[in-house]
């Protein structure tokens, strides 16, 4: 039910106005009488008004004023005013401001519910237009929420760099030139009963319960499956804390407690939180993602209801435990080198060579060391399976390229993969450049055959079953001329033929060779010979 303000300093009209709306008005309403601005006010900060009556005139605050102080703190109420004066100044600023009706108390009671039910009718409207509203909202959040998930992803494995601008597009609320807090969340164990969807229902919940713990900070979290939840935290620089502050940093931290503590109190699950006890640079994010992941698979004597940061590797300085800056840099290029395709051939050779370099600062049998050569190793092998030109490899090719121990040190290892990976490469740019080669002989010959026919790019691009403009740019790049040149060459090289060793008419000829009429084939031929047709046969015989 909507409610309804009076306010009038005349008692007698709002006890009147208050009578007609509860005894005979069409519609139900909440409705409550107040005789001076100052009560309206008290009233305003108390319950929410949905429509005010304001006389315009009254003592102290008028009716103008009150209504600007109730728009601030209600922006959609809608103001009614009720006057006894007809008065165009007030009447045009009433209506400048916001005000759904202007009623002369004089016009009579139906006039007053009229401009009430236009008001109840502006209501209904703008509810339906703030649910539609809020609907395009949910499902433009559905719709960024994949979208952030694969930038985030992207980002903590060092596929992607930040940047203020892709961040607001994806309605990320992070500020790209300060660095962030990072957070591991896992839920340690699950009910038989959780379906994914509850899953990420549960995730949303601690999500939730995080970040109103963490008031003046912001945070934003993504699931990246049903195992993790990845979050960045920053502060919001205000009176609290000013940017650089630490206290908003022992804040953020100290309250991992807490977010453990709600989750298994109101979720009833053991939730572990990995967290940096610094900020991270952007740059680096993805080094610090990789060791927080290990710091949390392997955890410490009990792994359920972990709560770590990463000083706990201060114990470990020796590297006996947890992976070193170097296999954790080591472990990120090698995703980075895994997911890249075979096409970035620049892209491709760069991060092996940084691979190789970060690997030969390991030492001996170094698990990481299997770990890498296995995983090139299948990637070429996917990569070889593809190809029909195995016999260009050496014989033993197979063998040696499953088995780290086919080779007798580390280093001839990585020359071998370079080797692979760069014969690979190019193989595949001599395959393109042979199926470029074929494609421009397949249309120069249907050219040569079709010369009389219409030849538009479309329909040559149709004939090889290119984008034409690809086609054209193909073109070029293989024979170093446009396409329109090489068939007005063919068309001119043609016609010369014909003039010289036929007894076609110089009409005849035209049509052979592509043009509508004598005419425009004389202009071109002209053009291209400074000679007219018959001029050029004659200069021939």
């Not at 237009?129 to 952030?148: F, G, T, Y």
């Amino acid at each position: 039910m909507h409610r309804l303000m009076i306010v009038d300093n005349e008692p007698i009209i709002v006890r009147g106005l208050q009578q007609l709306l509860t005894d005979e008005a069409p519609f139900e309403l909440d409705v409550y009488g107040v005789h001076t601005a100052e009560e309206a006010l008290r009233l305003l900060g108390m319950i929410r008004i949905d429509i005010a009556l304001l006389d315009i005139r009254m003592p102290g605050m008028n009716g103008l004023e009150l209504q600007a102080r109730i728009t601030e703190q209600w922006p959609h109420c809608k103001v009614v005013f009720l006057s006894g004066y007809d008065d165009f100044n007030y009447i045009q600023t009433a209506f400048r401001n916001g005000g759904v009706d202007y009623v002369l108390k004089m016009d009579g009671d139906e006039a007053i519910l009229d401009a009430i039910q236009k008001a109840i009718d502006e209501l209904s409207r703008s509810g339906e237009m703030n649910r539609l509203i809020d609907q395009a909202k949910d499902k433009l959040q559905q719709s960024l929420a994949p979208l952030q998930r694969e930038y985030v992803t992207q980002v903590i494995h060092g596929l992607a760099a930040v940047k203020q601008e892709r961040l607001n597009e994806l309605q990320i609320k992070l500020d790209a030139s300060s660095p962030s807090l990072l957070l591991l969340s896992r839920v340690d164990s699950w009910s038989p009963s959780h379906s994914d969807s509850d899953k990420a229902l549960m995730y949303y919940a601690l999500q939730n319960i995080a970040g109103e713990l963490w008031s003046g900070c912001q945070s934003f979290s993504v699931m990246l499956d049903s195992s993790a939840m990845v979050t960045f935290i920053q502060p919001i620089p205000d009176d609290r804390w000013h940017r650089g502050s630490p206290q908003w940093i022992r804040f953020a931290v100290g309250q991992l407690e807490t977010i453990q503590a709600a989750c298994r109190q109101y979720l009833k699950l053991p939730v572990s939180l990995v967290a940096s006890a610094e900020p991270v640079d952007w740059p680096i994010v993805h080094l610090k993602y990789s060791e927080l992941k290990q710091m949390m698979f392997y955890g410490f004597g009990q792994r359920t209801e972990m709560l770590l940061t990463d000083v706990v590797n201060r114990n470990f300085t020796n590297g006996s435990h947890l992976a070193s800056e170097t296999i954790i840099k080591a472990q990120s290029r090698l995703k980075q080198l895994l997911s890249a395709e075979m096409s970035m051939e620049n892209r491709l050779l760069h991060d092996f060579d940084e691979l190789a370099t970060l690997s030969r600062k390991l030492t001996g049998d170094h698990p990481f060391l299997y770990e890498m050569y296995n995983g090139v190793a299948y990637m070429l092998l996917s990569a070889l399976n593809q190809h029909s030109r195995k016999e260009e490899f050496p014989d033993d090719w197979p063998k040696k390229l499953i088995s780290l121990e086919a080779h007798s040190s580390w280093e001839d290892a990585l020359d071998y993969l370079r080797t692979i990976v760069s014969r690979l490469l190019q193989i595949r740019n001599e395959q393109s450049e042979a199926g470029a080669h074929l494609l421009v002989a397949k249309l120069k010959a249907f050219i040569e055959m079709h010369l009389d026919e219409d030849l538009s790019l479309v329909r040559l691009a149709e004939t090889v079953y290119l984008n034409p403009t690809y086609l054209s740019r193909l073109f070029k790049q293989q024979t170093g001329q446009g396409i329109s040149e090489y068939i007005a060459e063919l068309r001119l090289s043609k016609s010369c033929d014909l003039l010289k060793y036929s007894r076609l008419k110089i009409q005849e000829i035209a049509l052979k060779v592509g043009f509508d009429s004598a005419t425009s084939f004389g202009r071109f031929f002209k053009r291209e010979m400074n000679a007219t047709p018959q001029e050029y046969r004659d200069s021939a015989s």
